[in-house]
């Protein structure tokens, strides 16, 4: 795998929004393999293609591309998208696409980052204010992505601070994923806040007290539940039958 665009396609562009889009879709194309499946490479839909902008022949799933030059090559707390209700309706339906992001600086990949398309809810995609009257696309209703609302088993590293991770590793921090899949949205999006804020818990091992600290912040995401704490109790069970965390005493727990 190399690190670093082919300049030469950016020659006919001058928009540095183009070039970006150019460069990294080129170099995905060439470079990356599919995170779900395996397969050595990955395929390029047509340009505005309502479902994503890569697609995998062998196991069918799509793919959208986000990509930001950042001189650091931190991952941003907030990406940038498209139209919000195209965004929303995407993510809600049963095509929707992971996402890979991209940091790069000077023209060569510093992080390449895969989320699974089930760590997606609606609650993480912020609506920006409407193009005022005088604009070329007037009331056009732009988006961006909360990331730092996913767990961190969400953010699965390919390239972290250009080092390429092992092609087996990548794959079974994604298969092990598979196990928060739910077509519920209600439901993805209790077992998703929940293990974003095990966490922020910075020991490994951590009681059932430390969770209910994050009542009052989980009621303001579900309003209309009145039975918070009996809640977090289910999810907690959830995720140890998913092997994301084991029971080690009553009222305590492990990150697995």
């Given at each position: 795998?190399t690190f670093?665009?082919?300049?030469?396609?950016?020659?006919?562009?001058?928009?540095r929004s183009q070039?970006?889009?150019?460069?990294t879709e080129d170099?995905?194309?060439?470079?990356?393999?599919?995170?779900?499946?395996?397969a050595?490479?990955i395929?390029?839909?047509?340009?505005?293609?309502?479902?994503?902008d890569?697609?995998?022949?062998?196991?069918?799933?799509?793919?959208?591309?986000?990509?930001?030059?950042?001189?650091?090559g931190?991952l941003?707390?907030?990406?940038t998208?498209g139209?919000y209700g195209?965004?929303?309706?995407?993510?809600?339906?049963?095509?929707?696409?992971?996402?890979?992001?991209?940091?790069?600086?000077?023209?060569?990949?510093?992080?390449?980052?895969?989320i699974?398309?089930?760590?997606?809810t609606?609650?993480?995609?912020?609506?920006r204010?409407?193009l005022g009257?005088?604009?070329?696309?007037?009331g056009?209703?732009?988006?961006?992505?909360?990331?730092?609302?996913?767990?961190?088993?969400?953010?699965?590293?390919?390239?972290?601070n250009r080092?390429e991770?092992?092609r087996?590793t990548?794959l079974?921090?994604y298969?092990k994923?598979?196990a928060?899949?739910?077509?519920?949205?209600?439901?993805?999006g209790?077992l998703?806040?929940?293990l974003?804020?095990?966490?922020r818990i910075?020991?490994?091992?951590?009681?059932l007290n430390?969770?209910?600290?994050?009542?009052r912040?989980?009621k303001?995401?579900?309003?209309d539940?009145?039975f918070?704490?009996d809640?977090?109790?289910?999810?907690l069970?959830?995720?140890?039958?998913?092997?994301?965390?084991?029971?080690?005493?009553?009222?305590?727990?492990?990150?697995?």
């Amino acid at each position: 795998m190399t690190f670093d665009f082919n300049r030469e396609l950016a020659r006919q562009y001058h928009s540095r929004s183009q070039i970006s889009r150019v460069l990294t879709e080129d170099w995905l194309e060439r470079n990356v393999f599919c995170p779900v499946c395996g397969a050595p490479y990955i395929n390029r839909y047509k340009n505005n293609h309502p479902v994503g902008d890569f697609y995998c022949e062998q196991c069918a799933s799509d793919f959208e591309l986000k990509s930001k030059e950042n001189s650091s090559g931190r991952l941003s707390n907030t990406i940038t998208d498209g139209e919000y209700g195209t965004m929303i309706e995407r993510i809600t339906s049963f095509r929707n696409p992971n996402f890979f992001f991209i940091t790069y600086t000077d023209y060569s990949v510093i992080n390449l980052v895969v989320i699974p398309n089930h760590f997606f809810t609606p609650e993480i995609i912020i609506k920006r204010k409407p193009l005022g009257p005088n604009a070329r696309r007037a009331g056009w209703t732009g988006c961006t992505i909360d990331i730092s609302s996913i767990p961190e088993s969400g953010k699965i590293f390919m390239i972290k601070n250009r080092v390429e991770i092992n092609r087996d590793t990548v794959l079974s921090l994604y298969a092990k994923t598979k196990a928060l899949r739910t077509e519920s949205l209600e439901c993805r999006g209790w077992l998703l806040d929940t293990l974003a804020c095990i966490d922020r818990i910075r020991e490994k091992d951590f009681s059932l007290n430390q969770v209910y600290e994050f009542e009052r912040e989980l009621k303001k995401k579900h309003p209309d539940n009145n039975f918070i704490k009996d809640k977090i109790r289910q999810q907690l069970q959830v995720l140890r039958d998913k092997n994301f965390i084991e029971f080690i005493a009553p009222g305590r727990y492990r990150k697995l």
